[in-house]
């Protein structure tokens, strides 16, 4: 099974600033028509997850364009600019290429 | 408005069962392939299973292989997870949720499945 590792576990960002979170794959992503999938969820307390990134980098309809995902094989980041209250919460990456399909542990952003 | 409405988590001893359902309404629910979520307490998202379309193909987390099985009615636009011979470690919140392309755009609210005696 491919283990997703996400760093660091836990953030803490000003608001206004930006903020950057790394997720690693222990095999590549790259399936075997050259598409990776490696996908973003934000799961705010007491709520379901919702997802933010698909495709490493194309934002799901109605994220703000301050969320934006990068990365390749098996490295991959999600970058917030100019953090606002309302982002905090867990943030997980989660590979669809490889079947049993997985989760990073997730990072928890608070706002100070 | 596209919506995923689980329903069936309760308390169950271990080694019962409990069937978990989930209704899909504002989409058309044979096109999409669907999934179950996990989230024990404390601990982070386990994806569990899905199904295609017309239900023939299906794949498991290695750790339910052989005692959750999932299905769907595609007439009911239901999706269902039968879990049999439960544990404790399978206590959690579980999620329906759907497909779009690889990634997962619509989440239920979630169903709480505890098991203990």
């Known amino acids: 099974d491919i283990v997703m590792t996400q760093t660091p576990l836990f953030l803490s960002v000003t608001p206004g600033q930006s903020a950057s979170m790394s997720c690693e794959s222990s095999q590549s992503l790259v399936d075997t028509e050259g598409r990776t999938y490696l996908n973003w969820f934000l799961q705010k307390s007491g709520h379901s997850p919702q997802l933010l990134i698909q495709d490493v980098s194309r934002r799901f309809a109605g994220v703000p364009d301050r969320f934006s995902g990068r990365g390749s094989g098996t490295a991959f980041t999600l970058n917030i600019s100019r953090v606002e209250a309302e982002d905090l919460g867990v943030y997980y990456c989660?590979?669809?290429?490889?079947?049993?399909?997985?989760f990073g542990p997730g990072t928890q952003v608070d706002i100070k | 408005e596209v919506q995923l409405v689980e329903s069936g988590g309760g308390l169950v001893q271990p080694g019962g069962s409990l069937r978990l359902s989930c209704v899909a309404s504002g989409f058309t629910f044979n096109n999409h392939w669907m999934n179950w979520v996990r989230r024990a307490p404390g601990k982070g998202l386990e994806w569990v299973a899905h199904i295609s379309q017309d239900g023939n193909k299906k794949a498991y987390v290695d750790s339910v292989k052989g005692r959750f099985t999932i299905s769907r009615d595609n007439d009911k636009n239901s999706l269902y997870l039968q879990m049999d011979s439960v544990r404790p470690e399978d206590t959690a919140v579980f999620y329906c949720?759907?497909?779009?392309?690889?990634?997962?755009?619509?989440w239920g609210q979630g169903t709480t499945v505890t098991v203990s005696s």
């Open positions: 989660m590979q669809t290429t490889h079947v049993p399909f997985t």
């Open positions: 949720a759907k497909y779009l392309g690889r990634g997962i755009d619509v």
